[in-house]
T-cell receptor, first 113, second 111 residues
Framework: DAGVIQSPRHEVTEMGQEVTLRCKPISGHDYLFWYRQTMMRGLELLIYFNNNVPIDDSGMPEDRFSAKMPNASFSTLKIQPSEPRDSAVYFC???????????FGPGTRLTVT | GESVGLHLPTLSVQEGDNSIINCAYSNSASDYFIWYKQESGKGPQFIIDIRSNMDKRQGQRVTVLLNKTVKHLSLQIAATQPGDSAVYFCASTDSWGKLQFGAGTQVVVTP
């Protein structure tokens, strides 16, 4: 397996634009997690899915953020409209169960100017 | 005002020495613990894990120790190498079984 795949690896956009981050989890993993990492706040869990269903989105900062998982092999995290304070590295991770090893993707470095 | 980032604790280790990285957790009901290594520009990478029914587990050059009495977790790296320079995160399960990550420790290996 190629591991967790994220795209794009880097994204630079202007304030107010819509940003869509993509993730392909490891095949067979039932759990998918979206994290945000910044120098200010470290690694934060935004939302996670079990069998394509959102289970806990309490970490999503505000309504500008939304995440979907239309099928077992694809998930998106969307920010609309984007703001400079959204600049961070966004990681997707997948695992067999919630309390098991999570495999992280390489991350998407987002810069909002 | 001036923004302040996370000030990660830093462990400076001489190449060849053993490293010990410590982590405290708060939830006495946590039953799964894991250590990750994150190199610059990469995602966190699994190192080793341990369940609460154990107090020690060994891997290749790494050992994790769990002390449930004082809610303390440690990672020992034997014969530290330059490639071990990274940020190390511990994580433990919360009351709902989700992993909660610590702030991390920066390990710097000096020649």
């Amino acid at each position: 397996d190629a591991g967790v795949i994220q795209s794009p690896r880097h994204e630079v956009t202007e304030m107010g634009q819509e940003v869509t981050l993509r993730c392909k989890p490891i095949s067979g993993h039932d759990y998918l997690f979206w994290y945000r990492q910044t120098m200010m706040r470290g690694l934060e869990l935004l939302i996670y899915f079990n069998n394509n269903v959102p289970i806990d989105d309490s970490g999503m900062p505000e309504d500008r953020f939304s995440a979907k998982m239309p099928n077992a092999s694809f998930s998106t995290l969307k920010i609309q409209p984007s703001e400079p304070r959204d600049s961070a590295v966004y990681f997707c991770a997948s695992s067999l169960t919630a309390d098991y090893e999570q495999y992280f993707g390489p991350g998407t470095r987002l810069t909002v100017t | 005002g001036e923004s302040v980032g996370l000030h990660l604790p830093t462990l400076s280790v001489q190449e060849g020495d053993n490293s010990i990285i410590n982590c405290a957790y708060s939830n006495s009901a946590s039953d799964y613990f894991i250590w990750y290594k994150q190199e610059s520009g990469k995602g966190p990478q699994f190192i080793i894990d341990i369940r609460s029914n154990m107090d020690k587990r060994q891997g290749q050059r790494v050992t994790v120790l769990l002390n449930k009495t004082v809610k303390h977790l440690s990672l020992q790296i034997a014969a530290t190498q330059p490639g071990d320079s990274a940020v190390y995160f511990c994580a433990s399960t919360d009351s709902w079984g989700k992993l909660q990550f610590g702030a991390g420790t920066q390990v710097v290996v000096t020649p």
